[in-house]
């Protein structure tokens, strides 16, 4: 099993749409979580991190953390042709702030 | 804020010769820096974890004397990749922990003839 996993997609959605990106992880004692978007070509940017259960928000955005399910994810409301890329989960177990990276999930908005 | 810079962002270079990849943090001071490799298609995959005025910390089947890490200051970590080899043609990305989340830079491509 590996430590972060999420779907690696493509996942379609209309323009518009909300889009849902899950990802689970494995060790109980990951304390921060963290999404990144990377546009093909480029690296990864950082859109939101969250570190408590329950919902975190920031404009189209929101963030759902569930500890015990190990369970985060990323919603993105009004999806637009511009939100297409891999989104990649990313998990702090506070081994020296070094994360740990799913294989990311590719989010394509079709106009 | 958060910003980190890396130069060169391409680099063409010949086998055998080696490359030398800075990566700053142009907005805070970052006492640990990280350094990634993604190839085509492929997840992100850590390198190393460089520590300012230490040796780096290298994950598991990373060369050290290949992959040449210093981090001299808080703003300042260096990637040398020795003896380049077609194989080691990649992305090379680092990263900067500012209040524990990290910030990456814009990447460097190296294609190694």
């Known amino acids: 099993q590996k430590e972060v996993e999420q779907n690696s997609g493509p996942l379609s959605v209309p323009e518009g749409a909300i889009a849902s990106l899950n990802c689970t992880y494995s060790d109980r004692v990951s304390q921060s979580f963290f999404w990144y978007r990377q546009y093909s070509g480029k690296s990864p940017e950082l859109i939101m991190s969250?570190?408590?259960?329950g919902d975190k928000e920031d404009g189209r955005f929101t963030a759902q953390l569930n500890k015990a399910s190990q369970y985060v994810s990323l919603l993105i409301r009004d999806s637009q042709p511009s939100d297409s890329a891999t989104y990649l989960c990313a998990v702090n177990k506070n081994a020296g702030n070094m994360l740990t990276f799913g294989g990311g999930t590719r989010l394509m908005v079709k106009p | 804020g958060a910003v980190v810079s890396q130069h060169p962002s391409r680099v063409i270079c010949k086998s055998g010769t080696s490359v030398k990849i800075e990566c700053r943090s142009l907005?805070?001071?970052?006492?640990?820096m990280f350094w990634y490799r993604q190839f085509p298609k492929q997840s992100l995959m850590l390198m190393a974890t460089s520590n300012e005025g230490s040796k780096a910390t290298y994950e598991q089947g990373v060369e050290k004397d290949k992959f040449l890490i210093n981090h001299a200051s808080l703003t300042l970590s260096t990637l040398t990749v020795t003896s380049a080899h077609p194989e080691d043609s990649s992305f090379y990305i680092c990263?900067?922990?500012?209040?524990?989340?990290?910030?990456f830079g814009p990447g460097t491509r190296l294609l190694v003839l």
């Open positions: 907005d805070f001071q970052a006492t640990t």
């Open positions: 990263s900067g922990d500012s209040q524990e989340t990290q910030y």
């Open positions: 969250i570190y408590s259960n």
